[in-house]
């Protein structure tokens, strides 16, 4: 069974930084796409950064600059660095992974709150 436990989300201020790491269960060689996905409050979910093979790393615009998703496969954990904060960064983090054949997998989430 594929699992995908979150951590590192807090309580920052405006312009701070957090890391978060998303640890699977699984060797994360078994997906095609991993990313991070966040979801505020009344707002839909959406992509904050993701990788998947054969494609080059995508941002939303809103974090480029400022976020940066890494990987580190001895440790099958892919983590999210999140500098120069902003309150409209306050939202659940989701970890999202994904296989060839589209099974998707969410971890449970963990909350960033950025206050002003």
């Known amino acids: 069974q594929v699992r995908l436990v979150e951590s590192g989300g807090g309580l920052v201020q405006t312009g701070g930084s957090l890391r978060l790491s998303c640890v699977a269960s699984?060797?994360?060689?078994?997906?095609?796409?991993m990313g991070w996905y966040r979801q505020a409050p009344g707002k839909q979910r959406e992509l904050v950064a993701a990788f998947a093979s054969g494609r080059p790393t995508n941002y939303a615009d809103s974090v480029k600059g400022r976020f940066t998703i890494s990987r580190e496969n001895a440790k099958n954990t892919v983590y999210l660095q999140m500098n120069s904060l902003k309150p409209d960064d306050t939202a659940v983090y989701y970890c999202?992974?994904?296989?060839?054949?589209?099974?998707?997998?969410w971890g449970q989430g963990t909350q960033v709150t950025v206050s002003s």
């Open positions: 699984v060797n994360i060689f078994s997906f095609n796409a």
């Open positions: 999202n992974a994904a296989t060839i054949l589209g099974y998707n997998y």
